[in-house]
């Protein structure tokens, strides 16, 4: 018995995550996909008809604004990396006994609701605004000269939103970087640059791979930013899935792109894993 409570031990543990999992993640995709299948209108109501023909529809249809969705997501996520990793290091190496209040100010934006920081945004890069109002003044900038319902817009917006969850991950694996390591390669005469290149980066993939996920999933799937930011040639496929849910009201059509964005962010997913080598990371990090 006691071997038994020992070998169950850990599926117990676990149990109540897969329970977790199931109910809010397994369960809800079974009934997306479900969904997708059926045909018929919010009157006369949904029969399961198993419509496979729909999901060759709405990509043939939406296929634009899925690829413009993905560009947004990769854009946004190369931003965060860019801000983000320079922020992570100074506060892990250089932030001293203030860490915590760095952190703290990275998260701040964070007590304030996505949708209020993102029209902040849209005041912020409004033609005549705080930014475009000054410089048009002084003839730095025309006239005619605007940010807002560009694509600029929406991606800057994209990065700002989401930028704590790139510079969180990196930071937690830099803070845990024996400094003795990087003192040793100064000792073999190596620059700052390549001991930066050659040691701190590599034992930092970890977190810039978690802060990728974090970043690229739900930028990509964003609808917000597009629909406060961006005009209608920025449409992303969150405003498409959206709109055929809460305005058009057909629910197998928004499901089947629900679902189609899905599969496509997890094929990406799983090549980005694949190309980066997630074992050699860990290997990496544990070593």
């Known amino acids: 018995m006691t071997r038994l409570r020992e070998k169950a031990a850990p599926y117990l543990l676990a149990l109540p995550a897969w329970i977790w999992l199931g109910i809010f993640f397994v369960v809800p995709i079974i009934g997306l996909l479900w969904m997708s299948l059926m045909t018929g209108n ?4 949904f029969q399961q008809t198993f419509n496979v023909a729909i999901y060759p529809e709405v990509i043939s249809a939406y296929w634009e604004q899925i690829l413009r969705s993905l560009g947004y ?7 965060c990396i860019a801000v983000g990793y320079p922020v992570a290091y100074w506060i892990a190496f250089h932030g001293g006994a203030h860490k915590t209040t760095y952190l703290l100010l990275v ?3 964070f007590f304030v609701t996505q949708v209020l920081r993102t029209i902040s945004w849209k005041f912020l890069l409004a033609d005549d605004g705080v930014v475009l109002g000054p410089l048009k003044a002084v003839g730095l900038l025309p006239e005619d000269a605007r940010v807002l319902s560009t694509t600029l817009a929406v991606v800057v917006g994209l990065a700002y939103n989401f930028l704590p969850f790139m510079i969180l991950p990196i930071y937690a694996v830099l803070e845990q970087v024996d400094h003795r390591v990087v003192e040793a390669a100064y ?3 190596a620059s700052r640059f390549h001991a930066f290149v050659h040691v701190v980066l590599p034992l930092s993939l970890p977190g810039v791979f978690a802060g990728v996920l974090l970043v690229f999933v739900p930028s990509s799937a964003d609808y917000v930013n597009a629909s406060v930011l961006g005009g209608t040639n920025n449409t992303m496929i969150g405003n498409i899935i959206q709109s055929q849910y809460l305005v058009n009201n057909a629910y197998p059509t928004a499901a089947a792109i629900t679902f189609v964005l899905m599969t496509i962010l997890l094929v990406g997913i799983f090549s980005y894993a694949k190309a980066l080598g997630t074992e050699r990371v860990m290997e990496v990090q544990a070593g």
């Not at 919010?42 to 109501?45: L, P």
């Not at 997501?73 to 931003?79: D, E, K, P, Y």
């Open 73 to 79: 997501g990769v854009s946004a996520t190369l931003l």
């Open 187 to 189: 000792d073999l005469y």
């Open 42 to 45: 919010i009157i006369t109501g």
């Open 107 to 109: 998260l701040l934006p």
